[in-house]
């Protein structure tokens, strides 16, 4: 049998993502006729395959919430424990912005006393740096040494290594951020940066739908906002946040 080349493996990977291949079968044949090489990569290839799966769940599971009559909070809130269990992390928090202030809204650790009460401003720490540069921010150890940081002694994730964030985004407007964060030191993967970015679009979209009551999007007329051109986010809002 020939050996499974890089080539092949990444062409098996792209069948098997798009339902041409059950992974259980790259399992049940693994094995007679294939070298060493070919077995690591089939292995790596299984494990890229899980983490796809698993990444693909968490979305689908998201959006299924967000046709879900839960509150708000109640969405959130299993959100961020979705993103824990996906990421492996100590923690998950969602900031929301209230006026020029970034307000802790969701938790995945025991913070009752401090949803709604835990504030920054923008700008402020890396969470409120996330906010402000609308960027993407991991550091895999010492984040509290960063020169950005700022402690917020309520807070005792503060004194965790790694830190992972993302702007939550709506009708292209930050609108919030979201942090992973571990205590030990973490190299985050492509794929948690992938799941967290995403996430952070599935929340801003969230947070527009939940501002819709439920007569608003049975009396839309959604045939006339297509026709007419709608934008999901229009040009001269794009401008005015690139602008802010």
Known sequence: MRSLTAEGAAGLLSMVVAGGIPAQSIRRHRGAGWDNGSVTRARELEDRIHRLEHQLAVFQRISRLMVRELSLAETLHAIVKLVQEFTGCDACFIYLLDGEDLVLCASSRPHPAHIGRVRMHIGEGLTGWVARERKLLAISAEAYKDPRFKSFSDLPEDSYEAFLSAPVIARNRVVGVINVQHRMPHRHTGAEM?????????VGCLLV????PASMVEQANHVELVCSHGHIA????AL???AG
Request: glycine share 4%.
């Open 194 to 202: 992938e799941l967290l970015t995403t996430v952070g679009e599935q």
């Open 209 to 212: 739908v939940a501002r819709m």
């Open 234 to 237: 229009r040009p001269d809002e």
């Open 240 to 242: 005015s946040e690139r």
